[in-house]
Protein backbone atom coordinates (compact mmCIF):
# COMPACT_ATOMS: atom_id res chain seq x y z
CA UNK A 1 0.00 0.00 0.00
CA UNK A 2 2.93 2.51 1.14
CA UNK A 3 4.52 1.93 -2.64
CA UNK A 4 1.26 2.52 -3.88
CA UNK A 5 1.01 6.40 -2.42
CA UNK A 6 4.94 6.52 -3.00
CA UNK A 7 3.85 5.98 -6.97
CA UNK A 8 0.55 8.03 -6.78
CA UNK A 9 2.72 11.00 -5.38
CA UNK A 10 5.44 10.77 -7.94
CA UNK A 11 2.77 10.91 -10.54
CA UNK A 12 0.69 13.54 -9.12
CA UNK A 13 2.81 15.45 -6.60
CA UNK A 14 5.70 17.12 -8.64
CA UNK A 15 3.75 19.32 -10.69
CA UNK A 16 6.72 21.71 -10.50
CA UNK A 17 9.40 19.93 -12.75
CA UNK A 18 8.53 21.10 -15.93
CA UNK A 19 10.06 18.76 -18.43
CA UNK A 20 8.23 16.60 -20.41
CA UNK A 21 10.85 13.96 -19.97
CA UNK A 22 10.34 14.35 -16.22
CA UNK A 23 6.55 14.11 -16.85
CA UNK A 24 7.34 10.54 -18.60
CA UNK A 25 9.78 9.40 -16.16
CA UNK A 26 7.07 10.08 -13.58
CA UNK A 27 4.39 8.52 -15.38
CA UNK A 28 6.75 5.07 -16.24
CA UNK A 29 7.98 5.45 -11.99
CA UNK A 30 3.75 5.20 -11.33
CA UNK A 31 3.19 2.34 -13.66
CA UNK A 32 6.17 0.34 -12.96
CA UNK A 33 5.75 0.63 -8.99
CA UNK A 34 1.62 -0.16 -9.53
CA UNK A 35 2.56 -3.11 -11.65
CA UNK A 36 5.63 -4.40 -9.36
CA UNK A 37 2.61 -4.08 -6.27
CA UNK A 38 -0.40 -5.33 -7.85
CA UNK A 39 -0.49 -6.90 -11.41
CA UNK A 40 -4.12 -7.66 -11.68
CA UNK A 41 -4.50 -3.48 -11.23
CA UNK A 42 -1.34 -2.73 -13.25
CA UNK A 43 -3.41 -5.20 -16.16
CA UNK A 44 -6.76 -3.19 -15.55
CA UNK A 45 -5.46 0.23 -15.77
CA UNK A 46 -3.78 -0.59 -19.13
CA UNK A 47 -6.48 -2.33 -20.56
CA UNK A 48 -8.69 0.19 -19.75
CA UNK A 49 -6.09 2.89 -21.54
CA UNK A 50 -5.49 0.75 -24.45
CA UNK A 51 -9.47 0.62 -24.94
CA UNK A 52 -10.21 4.28 -24.61
CA UNK A 53 -10.27 6.60 -27.39
CA UNK A 54 -7.43 9.06 -27.58
CA UNK A 55 -10.16 11.92 -27.24
CA UNK A 56 -11.62 10.56 -23.69
CA UNK A 57 -7.71 10.16 -22.62
CA UNK A 58 -6.91 13.41 -23.46
CA UNK A 59 -10.03 14.79 -21.76
CA UNK A 60 -8.55 12.53 -18.26
CA UNK A 61 -5.36 14.22 -18.49
CA UNK A 62 -6.18 17.63 -19.06
CA UNK A 63 -9.15 17.16 -16.02
CA UNK A 64 -6.38 15.70 -13.69
CA UNK A 65 -3.64 18.45 -14.69
CA UNK A 66 -6.59 21.24 -14.07
CA UNK A 67 -7.31 19.96 -10.62
CA UNK A 68 -3.84 19.80 -9.75
CA UNK A 69 -3.36 23.65 -10.96
CA UNK A 70 -5.98 24.33 -8.70
CA UNK A 71 -4.73 22.34 -6.07
CA UNK A 72 -1.52 23.87 -6.32
CA UNK A 73 -2.37 27.76 -7.65
CA UNK A 74 -0.16 29.48 -5.01
CA UNK A 75 3.14 27.04 -5.69
CA UNK A 76 2.79 26.43 -9.77
CA UNK A 77 2.13 30.73 -9.91
CA UNK A 78 5.69 30.99 -7.95
CA UNK A 79 7.18 28.03 -9.39
CA UNK A 80 6.20 29.52 -13.15
CA UNK A 81 7.95 32.82 -11.57
CA UNK A 82 10.95 31.25 -10.69
CA UNK A 83 10.96 29.47 -14.16
CA UNK A 84 10.80 32.63 -16.27
CA UNK A 85 13.46 34.34 -14.46
CA UNK A 86 15.76 31.28 -14.95
CA UNK A 87 14.76 30.46 -18.72
CA UNK A 88 15.29 33.82 -19.77
CA UNK A 89 15.09 34.54 -23.97
CA UNK A 90 16.43 37.63 -25.38
CA UNK A 91 15.00 38.17 -28.76
CA UNK A 92 17.77 40.50 -30.48
CA UNK A 93 15.81 40.59 -34.08
CA UNK A 94 12.30 40.68 -35.11
CA UNK A 95 10.67 37.45 -35.49
CA UNK A 96 9.18 36.64 -38.93
CA UNK A 97 4.88 35.40 -37.98
CA UNK A 98 6.06 32.27 -39.70
CA UNK A 99 9.41 30.53 -39.19
CA UNK A 100 11.68 27.80 -38.45
CA UNK A 101 13.66 28.08 -35.10
CA UNK A 102 16.30 25.73 -34.50
CA UNK A 103 17.48 25.64 -30.75
CA UNK A 104 21.12 24.67 -30.40
CA UNK A 105 22.37 22.76 -28.38
CA UNK A 106 19.58 19.79 -27.83
CA UNK A 107 20.94 19.23 -23.72
CA UNK A 108 19.70 15.95 -22.12
CA UNK A 109 16.14 16.50 -22.92
CA UNK A 110 15.83 19.60 -24.73
CA UNK A 111 14.25 21.29 -21.81
CA UNK A 112 14.76 24.85 -22.78
CA UNK A 113 12.59 25.01 -26.08
CA UNK A 114 9.97 23.01 -24.07
CA UNK A 115 9.77 25.73 -21.05
CA UNK A 116 9.73 28.12 -23.90
CA UNK A 117 7.24 26.46 -26.70
CA UNK A 118 5.50 23.60 -25.01
CA UNK A 119 4.72 25.19 -21.32
CA UNK A 120 4.37 28.73 -22.95
CA UNK A 121 6.52 30.10 -19.80
CA UNK A 122 8.81 32.94 -21.98
CA UNK A 123 9.65 36.27 -22.88
CA UNK A 124 6.81 38.90 -23.68
CA UNK A 125 8.73 39.08 -27.34
CA UNK A 126 8.34 35.81 -28.36
CA UNK A 127 5.59 33.86 -29.73
CA UNK A 128 5.81 30.31 -28.29
CA UNK A 129 5.72 27.81 -31.98
CA UNK A 130 4.96 24.10 -32.07
CA UNK A 131 7.58 22.10 -30.90
CA UNK A 132 8.83 19.21 -33.04
CA UNK A 133 9.54 16.19 -31.12
CA UNK A 134 11.15 12.32 -31.98
CA UNK A 135 7.93 10.59 -33.75
CA UNK A 136 9.51 7.49 -31.45
CA UNK A 137 7.41 9.30 -28.83
CA UNK A 138 4.58 9.27 -30.11
CA UNK A 139 4.26 5.63 -30.49
CA UNK A 140 4.75 4.86 -26.72
CA UNK A 141 1.79 4.13 -24.91
CA UNK A 142 0.70 7.33 -22.15
CA UNK A 143 3.89 9.14 -23.50
CA UNK A 144 2.19 9.80 -26.70
CA UNK A 145 -0.67 11.36 -24.82
CA UNK A 146 0.84 13.40 -22.84
CA UNK A 147 3.34 15.19 -25.29
CA UNK A 148 1.14 16.68 -27.69
CA UNK A 149 -0.55 18.59 -24.51
CA UNK A 150 2.87 20.38 -24.65
CA UNK A 151 2.48 21.76 -28.20
CA UNK A 152 4.21 19.22 -29.78
CA UNK A 153 4.05 17.43 -33.29
CA UNK A 154 6.20 14.54 -34.12
CA UNK A 155 9.06 15.01 -36.52
CA UNK A 156 7.69 13.30 -39.56
CA UNK A 157 8.15 15.47 -42.97
CA UNK A 158 4.58 15.80 -43.14
CA UNK A 159 3.48 16.85 -39.83
CA UNK A 160 6.54 19.59 -40.25
CA UNK A 161 4.57 20.99 -43.55
CA UNK A 162 1.08 20.27 -42.41
CA UNK A 163 2.11 22.79 -39.43
CA UNK A 164 4.15 24.92 -41.47
CA UNK A 165 1.39 25.77 -43.58
CA UNK A 166 -0.21 28.12 -41.15
CA UNK A 167 2.33 28.39 -37.79
CA UNK A 168 6.36 28.46 -37.07
CA UNK A 169 7.91 25.52 -35.48
CA UNK A 170 10.78 24.88 -33.63
CA UNK A 171 12.99 22.11 -33.79
CA UNK A 172 16.54 20.97 -32.10
CA UNK A 173 17.78 20.02 -35.49
CA UNK A 174 21.08 18.08 -33.85
CA UNK A 175 18.60 15.50 -32.32
CA UNK A 176 19.86 12.67 -30.44
CA UNK A 177 23.37 13.10 -31.88
CA UNK A 178 24.14 17.06 -30.23
CA UNK A 179 22.31 15.40 -27.39
CA UNK A 180 25.13 13.03 -26.64
CA UNK A 181 27.56 15.19 -27.47
CA UNK A 182 26.60 18.02 -24.81
CA UNK A 183 29.20 18.89 -21.99
CA UNK A 184 29.23 22.24 -19.96
CA UNK A 185 30.80 25.23 -21.75
CA UNK A 186 31.22 23.49 -25.08
CA UNK A 187 28.68 23.63 -27.58
CA UNK A 188 29.30 21.18 -30.42
CA UNK A 189 26.31 21.74 -32.41
CA UNK A 190 25.54 18.95 -35.34
CA UNK A 191 24.68 20.68 -38.47
CA UNK A 192 26.24 19.75 -41.44
CA UNK A 193 24.94 16.19 -41.74
CA UNK A 194 21.51 18.02 -41.70
CA UNK A 195 19.88 18.30 -45.04
CA UNK A 196 15.88 17.95 -44.58
CA UNK A 197 14.90 21.09 -42.56
CA UNK A 198 16.73 23.44 -45.62
CA UNK A 199 15.08 21.40 -48.11
CA UNK A 200 11.99 22.43 -46.44
CA UNK A 201 12.55 25.75 -45.70
CA UNK A 202 13.07 26.69 -49.25
CA UNK A 203 10.56 24.26 -50.71
CA UNK A 204 7.62 26.46 -48.44
CA UNK A 205 9.90 29.71 -48.22
CA UNK A 206 9.88 29.93 -44.63
CA UNK A 207 12.25 31.64 -43.14
CA UNK A 208 15.22 30.25 -40.23
CA UNK A 209 16.12 31.63 -36.93
CA UNK A 210 18.99 30.38 -35.01
CA UNK A 211 18.82 29.94 -31.32
CA UNK A 212 21.92 29.10 -29.22
CA UNK A 213 21.45 28.86 -25.02
CA UNK A 214 24.18 28.98 -22.64
CA UNK A 215 24.10 27.74 -19.08
CA UNK A 216 21.34 24.78 -19.35
CA UNK A 217 23.95 21.75 -20.01
CA UNK A 218 26.32 23.31 -16.33
CA UNK A 219 22.75 23.22 -14.26
CA UNK A 220 20.89 20.07 -15.83
CA UNK A 221 24.08 17.62 -16.55
CA UNK A 222 23.02 14.25 -18.06
CA UNK A 223 24.53 11.22 -15.84
CA UNK A 224 28.08 9.81 -17.12
CA UNK A 225 28.05 6.40 -15.22
CA UNK A 226 29.51 4.16 -17.77
CA UNK A 227 26.94 1.72 -18.01
CA UNK A 228 24.06 3.89 -18.94
CA UNK A 229 26.78 5.83 -21.45
CA UNK A 230 27.50 2.24 -22.56
CA UNK A 231 23.01 1.85 -22.85
CA UNK A 232 22.80 4.50 -24.78
CA UNK A 233 25.46 4.19 -26.99
CA UNK A 234 24.40 1.20 -28.19
CA UNK A 235 20.71 2.87 -28.45
CA UNK A 236 21.87 5.38 -30.85
CA UNK A 237 24.04 2.83 -32.42
CA UNK A 238 20.76 0.19 -33.06
CA UNK A 239 17.77 2.83 -32.99
CA UNK A 240 19.71 6.38 -33.47
CA UNK A 241 17.46 7.10 -29.93
CA UNK A 242 18.89 7.18 -26.36
CA UNK A 243 17.63 7.80 -23.06
CA UNK A 244 18.40 11.00 -20.94
CA UNK A 245 19.70 9.73 -17.42
CA UNK A 246 19.77 13.02 -15.70
CA UNK A 247 22.12 13.30 -12.60
CA UNK A 248 21.23 13.46 -8.99
CA UNK A 249 22.36 16.88 -8.89
CA UNK A 250 19.70 17.78 -12.68
CA UNK A 251 16.79 16.69 -10.20
CA UNK A 252 17.85 18.32 -7.26
CA UNK A 253 17.78 21.75 -9.71
CA UNK A 254 14.36 21.08 -10.63
CA UNK A 255 12.89 20.59 -7.32
CA UNK A 256 14.74 23.74 -6.62
CA UNK A 257 12.64 25.55 -8.91
CA UNK A 258 9.41 25.08 -6.75
CA UNK A 259 11.46 27.67 -4.07
CA UNK A 260 13.83 29.78 -6.13
CA UNK A 261 15.54 30.61 -9.44
CA UNK A 262 18.27 29.11 -10.42
CA UNK A 263 21.58 30.38 -11.92
CA UNK A 264 20.31 31.99 -15.59
CA UNK A 265 19.74 29.90 -18.73
CA UNK A 266 20.02 33.13 -21.13
CA UNK A 267 18.57 32.04 -24.74
CA UNK A 268 19.97 34.77 -28.07
CA UNK A 269 17.95 34.99 -31.63
CA UNK A 270 19.88 35.70 -34.03
CA UNK A 271 18.76 37.04 -37.72
CA UNK A 272 16.55 35.59 -39.13
CA UNK A 273 17.38 33.61 -42.32
CA UNK A 274 14.68 34.95 -45.60
CA UNK A 275 13.99 32.38 -47.45
CA UNK A 276 13.52 32.51 -51.54
CA UNK A 277 10.36 29.89 -52.09
CA UNK A 278 12.07 26.91 -54.38
CA UNK A 279 9.73 24.30 -55.08
CA UNK A 280 12.39 21.78 -56.40
CA UNK A 281 15.54 23.07 -54.78
CA UNK A 282 18.95 21.60 -56.26
CA UNK A 283 21.55 20.35 -53.47
CA UNK A 284 23.95 23.41 -54.35
CA UNK A 285 21.01 25.66 -53.47
CA UNK A 286 20.20 23.50 -50.16
CA UNK A 287 23.85 23.23 -49.33
CA UNK A 288 24.30 27.27 -49.64
CA UNK A 289 21.08 28.11 -47.37
CA UNK A 290 23.00 25.62 -44.90
CA UNK A 291 26.17 27.21 -45.06
CA UNK A 292 24.47 30.61 -44.62
CA UNK A 293 22.81 29.63 -41.48
CA UNK A 294 26.36 28.26 -40.31
CA UNK A 295 27.48 31.60 -40.77
CA UNK A 296 24.96 33.25 -39.19
CA UNK A 297 24.75 30.65 -35.91
CA UNK A 298 28.65 31.91 -35.56
CA UNK A 299 28.17 35.24 -36.32
CA UNK A 300 25.26 34.81 -32.54
CA UNK A 301 27.80 32.82 -31.13
CA UNK A 302 30.51 35.54 -31.32
CA UNK A 303 27.87 38.01 -30.18
CA UNK A 304 26.26 36.65 -26.87
CA UNK A 305 28.72 33.41 -25.84
CA UNK A 306 29.83 33.90 -22.06
CA UNK A 307 33.41 34.13 -21.28
CA UNK A 308 34.77 30.48 -21.25
CA UNK A 309 32.51 28.87 -24.23
CA UNK A 310 33.33 27.25 -26.88
CA UNK A 311 31.48 26.09 -30.08
CA UNK A 312 32.13 23.53 -32.57
CA UNK A 313 30.06 23.09 -36.06
CA UNK A 314 29.90 19.29 -37.07
Given amino acids: ?68 REIFKTRIIETESNIRKTFQLNVQYPIPPKSINIWHPHGISGVTPVIHNGYRITSPEYKPTKGVVHYGYFMLPFIKDIIPLLNAIPSDEYSIRDTLQTESISITLGGVDEMRRSSPKDLQLVVRKRRGIFKIALEMGVPIVPILTYGEQEIFPESDLGILKMYNELMYDWFRFRIPFPTLNSVINWTRLSQTALEPIVSYTGKPIRTKKIPNPTERQIKKLRDLYIQRLQDLFDETSPPGYTMTIL
Fill in 1 to 68: MFIIVLALFILLFNPCLYSCVTWNYSLMAFMGLLGYTNIIAFTVVFLVYMILPSSIVKEILLYFKDRI
